[in-house]
């Protein structure tokens, strides 16, 4: 037996209804892609404003740090500060708190001096500078050698006596600047005793303004009691947007 199954008139689209279906997909596609663009965008602006951040943070924690141990190891009015500047600043400090004491009395011209290191980690290098303090006078000298285990030798001799328990600490030459790398990029340099590193890349600007007890700008070296530091940096592939942080410091017997 055959069955005869009812012949169904089926129509296809039309081209009307393929150009709609065509556009909506259309627009829905783009609709994506730009929402894909924008999730991009937003993602890289995270992560240069991240970038940014982490660079101005890691300069500010360097210089915060080290400019609170400005003078640690000296006499207040022994010229700490060497050099204050916009973009720059220099001065001295002993940045590892490396210190010993005089075992013996030592004499005016002594090179040779008995020494016992506060902690047994500290050792004194070749062509560090260190002060010397008894209670009424300091002095700086040069090491002419390394120092040993219980001596140091100096590059000239005493100008005066000192007593035992004479405080003797190495003295740090520090220096931060900004440096250009091109029209609108600059770097931070960190200098300790003459040896250079980058300590911050990609900034935008930096800006140190010197405060006296009274908090007026512009101090005169021997009256600076605090040091305003603003930093910029200027995000990788968004030239046009900045990040900022700034930060105060008030230095040690200043």
């Not at 169904?8 to 150009?19: F, P, T």
């Not at 660079?55 to 609170?68: N, S, Y």
Request: contains cysteine; hydrophobic residues 40%.
């Amino acid at each position: 037996m055959t069955i005869l199954w009812p012949i169904q008139d089926r129509e296809g689209a039309s081209l009307v209804e393929l150009m709609v279906a065509t556009l909506v997909f259309s627009l829905v596609a783009a609709s994506g892609m730009k929402f894909l663009i924008c999730q991009n965008q937003w993602g890289v602006l995270q992560e240069d404003t991240a970038e940014a951040q982490q660079q101005v943070r890691t300069a500010l924690d360097f210089m915060v740090r080290e400019l609170g141990l400005l003078g640690f190891g000296l006499r207040e009015g022994d010229g700490r500060i060497l050099k204050a500047e916009g973009q720059e600043i220099q001065f001295l400090a002993n940045l590892d708190a490396a210190a010993a004491r005089l075992t013996q009395m030592a004499q005016a011209e002594q090179r040779q001096l008995s020494i016992h290191y506060d902690r047994a980690s500290d050792k004194f290098e070749h062509g560090k500078v260190v002060s010397i303090c008894r209670v009424d006078h300091c002095e700086r000298h040069t090491l002419a050698k390394d120092g040993g285990n219980n001596s140091l030798e100096l590059g000239e001799g005493l100008t005066s006596p000192f007593p035992p328990n004479s405080t003797i600490q190495i003295i740090n030459q520090v220096r931060y600047a900004l440096k250009p790398v091109d029209a609108t990029h600059f770097k931070l340099l960190r200098t300790v005793d003459g040896g250079s590193n980058s300590v911050a890349e990609g900034l935008a600007s930096m800006e140190l303004i010197y405060l006296d007890r009274e908090g007026r700008a512009g101090a005169a070296l021997p009256d600076i009691h605090r040091v305003q530091i603003h930093l910029t940096a200027r995000l990788s592939r968004t030239p046009g947007k900045i990040r900022s942080l700034t930060a105060e410091v008030y230095l040690r017997n200043g």
